[in-house]
Structure formats: structure tokens, C-alpha cells
């Protein structure tokens, strides 16, 4: 560090925890004063002698004063210059100690970027790129040894994380001269080895399925990280860090801390019904609050593997992506359907000044509804697979009485019915379906769908078209045209719940039994909606027949009032 030294400052400065440090004087370059752990303070002269950096010990504080090492440095300085350091006594002359590279870097990234980058880690990362010049002494690293490891990382195709790591050996070398190890950056002035040209990647409703589909294949944790990556629209490490705690289900809220935020601004996303699905299946690790982990400790990484075998499924010979790629593509799906600048930037949390002032410093929580429609909009250019498809009918027809366990109960009437209500909406014609064989891709009709062999498969997550097929065929279901049908006044029954059909129904039969009034039919509607707060018109209907059926009251059902008669088919 650097100062003006002065007898007051000199009796401030604090022992070394640890190892000695040395503080510079201001007035005399070359002056400093080196302080150990026991509270020592040694003058010294620090000089390139013969292209070497040497030190030159004047004496001890306070037996020799501030104004005699001063007078005493002036003395070396000057005869270094004028070449007469030979008069020097050997004695007094002690070499520095040599740092390398690889022994300034771990310093660099402890007292420098741990508490000024976030991204500390990555910084780390990147300097690990010039290992081959970490056995060399920092003061004699030339221009070309950088500019050689620069050459090597754009050789090995990453042009950009050329620059990065520019960027990064310029910062350690400045904050190298801050602390006197060296007196000039060998890359001071250094040009970025490469254009950075913004990307504009993005990908198509076709690729967006494709890695749907190829995420859900990969269980978990892969696969429910792909899943809510492509629905939040939030960045792959905001993603992968999710915790528990951050998460209110109840209010389908995300609240992103600002300590985890790129931007360093807290940020609350809603979650979609099917992101709130997919989050109550993950499996909770015990005294673990990270969302996406296999260990409990750590988040999850590895993808770059993950991309790998995502690649597969885009298509090898597809125009390369990122996962950045996919924030990118959920902001231009947006700006199509017209959705205002501001509410896609609140969606992705951008700083970008279109927001900017006192609104963005106070306004933290403003804008949850529109971004909770923008990303209602956006799912419409979402495909989901049939068992994502069956669970959204079924949460549609049922509600909160919906299990997701019913995509394993077979003889569950809620999955019998939820089954039966996709395959309607997929014989109407209204719910786009695509269908993907190995060599080709084709949209579902409803010919197909409407097949004596047509069968939705939830095991495997796939249909089959025909009795002859050879293996289940991989589908991508509309999300949101499925969703519009199944609300269409009540086309696919029932709406309500099979539990209020069932208790109406019985409802009805002992009103029969016991004489009571059950005509005319809308009185008996009016009094069951009061009972039954989910019932259905739909499903009193079917109640209100099953139970005259039950009963055998004729007269009922041809306008009558009920008769105190027992019918033949009680007695």
C-alpha cells in the first residue's frame, strides 16, 4: 500500500496478521517500510539493479528517524542512478524475494476480486489459463508471453474467453504496481485479441420442443432445471442456485435475493401452474435448502455435458446455441406479441435505463402482474409432452382436488377421466399436437387421434398412433390451446370434481327417499350449488340422472313429484 509516512502514521500501523506487509512512501518513490508479524518496522530501498529488483535495508524504526531513512534513501537512489551502487556494502543489500505468477494470482483473487466480484470464481477460472507462466517471476513476464497464451486459448476456438482472460491479467498487473511487486503492466495498452460481435441466437418453436423434450428425458435434476429454465426465462446460475426458502408455492412467487442476482437487485418471478408442478415433484434433499443438488451441498453443475446431449436432440447441424440463448429467445417471443419494453426487461431483470432513477431504486416489487401475463403469453409458444399435457387437463378439470399420483393409479376415475378429456381435445381439431419419428416430424389430426388404436402412453411419456406401430412416437402438445378447450363452457366433461358428482348424486337419491321435494330441476340446481360449491351443471346432470336410475322413480323423471310409495325395485 501507499502513504505519506509520517512518525504518527509509522506508530499507527498495526502488526502483520500473518505475513509481513510493506507501505510505500508517497514523497520518496522507492522509500518503504516493512512491518512483521511481532510489530517490527524496518526501513528499506527498493531498486532494479542490473534488471533486478533488489532490496536495500537502511535500518530499524525508531533507531534510525523517518528524516534519516529518508536522507539515507536519497543517498542510494542517487548513486544507483549515477551507476556508483557497486560503493555499496554487500551487507546491506538483500535480494526481494522472487514471486511468480502462480503465487500473486491466489493473492490477487483473495485480497482483489472476492471482495469486489461476484463472479470471483470465474475470474479465478480464467487466469488458470496462463498456468504456463505461473513458475515465471511477475516482474519478468514480457508482452509476448501474454499475447502467446492468448493466441493458444483463440487457437483452441474461444475467441472471447481470449478477451476475458485479457481483461483479467490486465486488472491483476495493475493491482501488481499498486502494491510495488512490478513498475510497468506488460499489458498496458494491450488490444482485445478479437471483435466481439453481440449474439442474436434465436431458436425456433421446433428447436424450443426438441429441448423440452430431450430435458424431460434426462430425470433428475436435469431435467426439471431444463424445464423451469426455458419457463422463468432466468439465467442458468439463478436457475441451478434456486433454493427452497426463495420459493412460495402457495403464492407461485420466486423471490431471487440480490446477493444472488447478477444485477445485484432482489427480483421475484411468478411461476406458471406447470413450473409449480414441476417444482412440487423435485425430491428434497434432508437439511438441504438448494432446489437442484446431488450432494445437498452444492448446486449442480456439468453443462456443458448437459449441452452436449441437448445438441443431439436440436440437431447436430443446427446453428449453435446457448443456454443464454434461451433469456433471448423468451425477450423476442415477447417483443412479437407486443409486450411493452419495460415489462420484458422487468421479466428478465435487465438493467438496461429503460427503468432507470428513483423508479428503479424504490420501485422493487412493481410490475408482478404484467410480468406474471407476459409470461402467461409467452407459454403459449410452449409444447408440452402428453404426461405434462394429462397433468394440465387434469389440474384444469379438478383443481386443487387433482393428484399428481393419478398418472399411476389406473383405476383412479380421475385419471380416467382426465385421459379421456385429452384425447377429445386432441380429436377436435383445436389443440395443435405434434408428432416426432426418428427421421421426421408431422402434425397430429384428428383422424389420427380419433383411431381405434390410439393410446396415450404415460409411462413413457409418448402416443401411439396404430396397433402396428414399433415403438411409442414422442409428441409435443399445445399447452395453452389445451387449456382454452378444456374451459370451452364445459365441452370436455366434467369440470368439477368426481368427489361433488358422487356426493350430489347420493344427495339427490336420499332427498328421493325421504319424500322431499326434488322438482322442478332448477330449484334442485339452485339448492345444490349451495351445497356443493365445485359441482358442475354438467356433473348434476349425470348426479341428478344416476340417481332417479338408482331410485327408479319414473315419476321423476317424467315431471312428477316423488312418491312415498317404495318402488317394485326397493321392495
Given at each position: 500500500?501507499?502513504?505519506?509516512?509520517?512518525?504518527k502514521?509509522?506508530?499507527?500501523?498495526?502488526?502483520?496478521?500473518g505475513?509481513?506487509?510493506?507501505?510505500?512512501?508517497?514523497?520518496?518513490?522507492?522509500?518503504?517500510?516493512?512491518?512483521?508479524?511481532?510489530?517490527?518496522?524496518?526501513?528499506?530501498?527498493?531498486?532494479?539493479?542490473?534488471?533486478?529488483?533488489k532490496?536495500?535495508?537502511?535500518?530499524?524504526?525508531?533507531?534510525?528517524?523517518?528524516?534519516?531513512?529518508?536522507?539515507?534513501?536519497?543517498?542510494?537512489?542517487?548513486?544507483?542512478?549515477?551507476?556508483?551502487?557497486d560503493?555499496?556494502?554487500?551487507?546491506?543489500?538483500?535480494?526481494?524475494?522472487?514471486?511468480?505468477?502462480?503465487?500473486?494470482?491466489?493473492?490477487?483473487?483473495?485480497?482483489?476480486?472476492?471482495?469486489?466480484?461476484?463472479?470471483?470464481?470465474?475470474?479465478?477460472?480464467v487466469?488458470?489459463?496462463?498456468?504456463?507462466?505461473?513458475?515465471?517471476?511477475?516482474?519478468?513476464?514480457?508482452?509476448?508471453?501474454?499475447?502467446?497464451?492468448?493466441?493458444?486459448?483463440?487457437?483452441?476456438?474461444?475467441?472471447?474467453?481470449?478477451?476475458?482472460?485479457?481483461?483479467?491479467?490486465?486488472?491483476?498487473?495493475?493491482?501488481?504496481?499498486d502494491?510495488?511487486?512490478?513498475e510497468?503492466?506488460?499489458?498496458?495498452?494491450?488490444?482485445?485479441?478479437?471483435?466481439?460481435?453481440?449474439?442474436?441466437?434465436?431458436?425456433?418453436?421446433?428447436?424450443?420442443?426438441?429441448?423440452?423434450?430431450?430435458?424431460?428425458?434426462?430425470?433428475?435434476?436435469?431435467a426439471?432445471?431444463?424445464?423451469?429454465?426455458?419457463?422463468?426465462?432466468?439465467?442458468?446460475?439463478?436457475?441451478?442456485?434456486?433454493?427452497?426458502s426463495?420459493?412460495?408455492?402457495?403464492?407461485?412467487?420466486?423471490?431471487?435475493p440480490?446477493?444472488?442476482?447478477?444485477?445485484?437487485?432482489?427480483?421475484?418471478?411468478?411461476?406458471?401452474?406447470l413450473?409449480?408442478?414441476?417444482?412440487?415433484?423435485?425430491p428434497?434433499?434432508?437439511?438441504?435448502?438448494?432446489?437442484?443438488?446431488?450432494?445437498?451441498?452444492t448446486?449442480?453443475?456439468?453443462?456443458?455435458?448437459l449441452?452436449?446431449?441437448?445438441?443431439?436432440?436440436?440437431?447436430?447441424?443446427?446453428?449453435?446455441?446457448?443456454?443464454?440463448?434461451?433469456?433471448?429467445?423468451?425477450?423476442?417471443?415477447?417483443?412479437?406479441?407486443?409486450?411493452?419494453?419495460?415489462?420484458?426487461?422487468?421479466?428478465?431483470?435487465?438493467?438496461?435505463g429503460?427503468?432507470?432513477?428513483?423508479?428503479?431504486?424504490?420501485?422493487?416489487?412493481?410490475?408482478?402482474?404484467?410480468?406474471?401475463?407476459?409470461?402467461?403469453?409467452?407459454?403459449?409458444?410452449?409444447?408440452v409432452?402428453p404426461?405434462?399435457?394429462?397433468?394440465?387437463?387434469?389440474?384444469?378439470?379438478?383443481?386443487s382436488?387433482?393428484?399428481?399420483?393419478?398418472?399411476?393409479?389406473?383405476?383412479?376415475?380421475?385419471?380416467?377421466?382426465?385421459?379421456?378429456?385429452?384425447?377429445?381435445?386432441?380429436?377436435?381439431?383445436?389443440?395443435?399436437?405434434?408428432?416426432?419419428?426418428?427421421r421426421?416430424?408431422?402434425?397430429?389430426t384428428?383422424?389420427?387421434?380419433?383411431?381405434?388404436?390410439?393410446?396415450?402412453?404415460?409411462?413413457?411419456?409418448?402416443?401411439?398412433?396404430?396397433?402396428?406401430?414399433?415403438?411409442?412416437?414422442?409428441?409435443?402438445?399445445?399447452?395453452?390451446?389445451?387449456?382454452?378447450?378444456?374451459r370451452?363452457?364445459?365441452?370436455?366433461?366434467?369440470?368439477?370434481?368426481?368427489?361433488?358428482?358422487?356426493?350430489?348424486r347420493?344427495?339427490?337419491?336420499?332427498?328421493?327417499?325421504?319424500?322431499?321435494?326434488v322438482?322442478?330441476?332448477?330449484?334442485?340446481?339452485?339448492?345444490?350449488?349451495?351445497?356443493?360449491?365445485?359441482?358442475?351443471?354438467?356433473?348434476?346432470?349425470?348426479?341428478?340422472?344416476?340417481?332417479?336410475?338408482?331410485?327408479?322413480?319414473?315419476?321423476?323423471?317424467k315431471?312428477?313429484?316423488?312418491?312415498?310409495?317404495?318402488?317394485?325395485?326397493?321392495?
Amino acid at each position: 500500500m501507499k502513504k505519506k509516512l509520517t512518525p504518527k502514521t509509522i506508530d499507527a500501523l498495526p502488526p502483520a496478521a500473518g505475513k509481513r506487509y510493506e507501505v510505500h512512501d508517497q514523497l520518496l518513490p522507492g522509500l518503504h517500510l516493512r512491518v512483521s508479524a511481532t510489530g517490527g518496522k524496518v526501513f528499506g530501498v527498493s531498486r532494479r539493479i542490473d534488471g533486478r529488483m533488489k532490496r536495500i535495508r537502511i535500518g530499524a524504526y525508531p533507531i534510525v528517524s523517518l528524516a534519516d531513512a529518508r536522507e539515507k534513501a536519497r543517498d542510494i537512489l542517487r548513486d544507483i542512478e549515477l551507476g556508483q551502487y557497486d560503493q555499496i556494502s554487500p551487507s546491506v543489500v538483500e535480494p526481494a524475494p522472487r514471486l511468480t505468477l502462480g503465487d500473486v494470482v491466489p493473492q490477487f483473487i483473495e485480497l482483489y476480486a472476492k471482495p469486489r466480484n461476484r463472479d470471483w470464481r470465474g475470474t479465478d477460472r480464467v487466469l488458470q489459463k496462463f498456468a504456463p507462466l505461473f513458475p515465471c517471476p511477475i516482474d519478468e513476464i514480457k508482452r509476448a508471453d501474454i499475447v502467446r497464451v492468448l493466441d493458444t486459448i483463440i487457437a483452441g476456438g474461444a475467441p472471447t474467453r481470449a478477451n476475458r482472460a485479457l481483461a483479467a491479467i490486465k486488472k491483476l498487473m495493475n493491482w501488481c504496481i499498486d502494491r510495488g511487486m512490478i513498475e510497468i503492466s506488460p499489458v498496458a495498452a494491450l488490444r482485445p485479441p478479437t471483435k466481439e460481435i453481440a449474439r442474436d441466437r434465436v431458436l425456433t418453436d421446433e428447436e424450443m420442443i426438441s429441448i423440452w423434450h430431450a430435458g424431460a428425458s434426462e430425470g433428475f435434476p436435469f431435467a426439471h432445471f431444463t424445464q423451469l429454465l426455458i419457463l422463468t426465462g432466468q439465467r442458468r446460475g439463478e436457475v441451478a442456485g434456486m433454493r427452497w426458502s426463495e420459493l412460495d408455492l402457495d403464492k407461485a412467487i420466486w423471490t431471487l435475493p440480490a446477493k444472488r442476482a447478477k444485477n445485484a437487485t432482489s427480483h421475484i418471478v411468478p411461476l406458471a401452474p406447470l413450473a409449480i408442478l414441476i417444482l412440487k415433484s423435485v425430491p428434497r434433499f434432508l437439511d438441504s435448502d438448494l432446489v437442484f443438488t446431488t450432494t445437498g451441498d452444492t448446486p449442480i453443475s456439468g453443462f456443458g455435458r448437459l449441452k452436449e446431449r441437448l445438441d443431439i436432440a436440436v440437431g447436430l447441424d443446427a446453428e449453435d446455441w446457448r443456454f443464454h440463448d434461451l433469456r433471448r429467445t423468451m425477450a423476442t417471443n415477447m417483443a412479437i406479441m407486443r409486450i411493452q419494453p419495460h415489462i420484458i426487461e422487468a421479466v428478465l431483470n435487465h438493467k438496461t435505463g429503460i427503468v432507470s432513477g428513483v423508479a428503479a431504486t424504490y420501485n422493487r416489487h412493481a410490475y408482478l402482474d404484467e410480468k406474471r401475463e407476459a409470461l402467461a403469453e409467452i407459454k403459449k409458444k410452449i409444447f408440452v409432452s402428453p404426461v405434462a399435457a394429462f397433468q394440465t387437463v387434469g389440474l384444469e378439470n379438478f383443481g386443487s382436488d387433482w393428484d399428481d399420483e393419478c398418472i399411476h393409479e389406473e383405476d383412479s376415475e380421475l385419471r380416467r377421466v382426465a385421459l379421456k378429456n385429452l384425447r377429445l381435445a386432441l380429436q377436435s381439431g383445436t389443440v395443435q399436437a405434434i408428432c416426432y419419428s426418428d427421421r421426421s416430424e408431422h402434425v397430429l389430426t384428428p383422424i389420427e387421434a380419433a383411431g381405434e388404436y390410439f393410446r396415450i402412453d404415460l409411462e413413457s411419456d409418448c402416443i401411439n398412433l396404430s396397433f402396428f406401430a414399433g415403438k411409442p412416437i414422442r409428441a409435443a402438445i399445445h399447452a395453452e390451446d389445451l387449456k382454452a378447450f378444456i374451459r370451452n363452457n364445459g365441452e370436455v366433461p366434467p369440470v368439477a370434481t368426481v368427489g361433488a358428482k358422487t356426493a350430489c348424486r347420493k344427495w339427490i337419491v336420499t332427498r328421493i327417499r325421504n319424500g322431499e321435494r326434488v322438482k322442478p330441476k332448477e330449484f334442485l340446481w339452485a339448492e345444490a350449488l349451495r351445497q356443493f360449491t365445485r359441482l358442475s351443471r354438467r356433473a348434476f346432470e349425470d348426479a341428478r340422472k344416476e340417481a332417479i336410475s338408482e331410485t327408479g322413480r319414473t315419476d321423476i323423471a317424467k315431471g312428477g313429484r316423488p312418491s312415498t310409495k317404495p318402488s317394485s325395485r326397493e321392495t
